[in-house]
């Protein structure tokens, strides 16, 4: 005769015992300093990181970006899930070293972008042009040479800027009872003024 196996009554699984110290139903999101000094001491029994760190990637997770709703809405659903709890803490305004990383992000993408080599020639070419039609008592070579991006000696320095833009490089300036003296350093001439009229240049070769 078969014995009778007594059914096994199912258990469920105890739930967690919410903290007496802070509100374990709060998705808290900010800076993790300014977070954790707002909470009381010895109320945090472990804490769980993800490295690795400083890999300079952009994972879409500053304030105001989509990346950071995803986020929020994904920490949401997982507290949810593991503790039933239904209460979200939206982020408040971002702190001091985001906005300073926000604003550098910002600055390097837009020089970035001026140094395209495309921008660059267009950025020139919009300042040729402008110089040219701001002076029309120029003589037609020079007026041509500034176009072409070119120096010619007798030029002012007004004009050889015009052309060629700034000196990358530098100015070396020597004042004399004889006058101003100036040598422009670009990448493979140098060029000398006297008293502000390109008299020689001279071209660098390896």
């Known amino acids: 005769m078969a014995k009778?196996?007594?059914a096994k009554e199912s258990v469920a699984a105890p739930r967690q015992k919410p903290s007496a110290l802070v509100d374990t139903r709060v998705v808290y999101c900010g800076d993790n300093l300014e977070q954790l000094a707002k909470l009381p001491a010895a109320c945090i029994d472990l804490i769980y990181i993800d490295p690795p760190f400083n890999s300079n990637r952009n994972y879409k997770v500053f304030w105001g970006e989509s990346?950071?709703?995803?986020?929020?809405?994904?920490?949401?659903?997982?507290?949810?899930?593991?503790?039933?709890?239904?209460?979200?803490?939206?982020?408040t305004q971002p702190t001091e070293s985001e906005k300073a990383m926000q604003e550098l992000d910002a600055s390097v993408k837009s020089?970035?972008?001026?140094?395209?080599?495309?921008?660059?020639?267009?950025e020139a070419k919009r300042r040729r042009d402008d110089y040219v039609n701001a002076h029309p008592e120029?003589?037609?070579?020079?007026?041509?040479?500034?176009?072409?991006?070119?120096?010619r000696i007798g030029?002012?320095?007004?004009?050889?800027?015009?052309?060629?833009?700034?000196?990358?490089?530098?100015?070396?300036?020597?004042?004399?009872?004889?006058?101003?003296?100036?040598?422009?350093?670009?990448?493979?001439n140098y060029l000398y003024f006297e008293n502000g009229i390109l008299i020689s240049f001279q071209k660098f070769q390896q």
């Open 138 to 151: 120029l003589q037609q070579q020079t007026r041509d040479d500034i176009l072409s991006g070119k120096f």
């Open 155 to 188: 030029m002012t320095a007004e004009q050889v800027q015009a052309s060629c833009g700034k000196p990358p490089h530098g100015v070396n300036s020597t004042v004399t009872a004889y006058g101003k003296f100036e040598q422009w350093v670009y990448d493979s």
């Open 67 to 91: 990346g950071m709703n995803r986020l929020a809405l994904f920490l949401c659903v997982l507290c949810i899930f593991c503790y039933g709890c239904s209460t979200y803490q939206p982020p």
């Open 4 to 6: 009778k196996v007594a």
């Open 111 to 122: 020089e970035m972008e001026r140094l395209r080599p495309e921008n660059i020639a267009a």
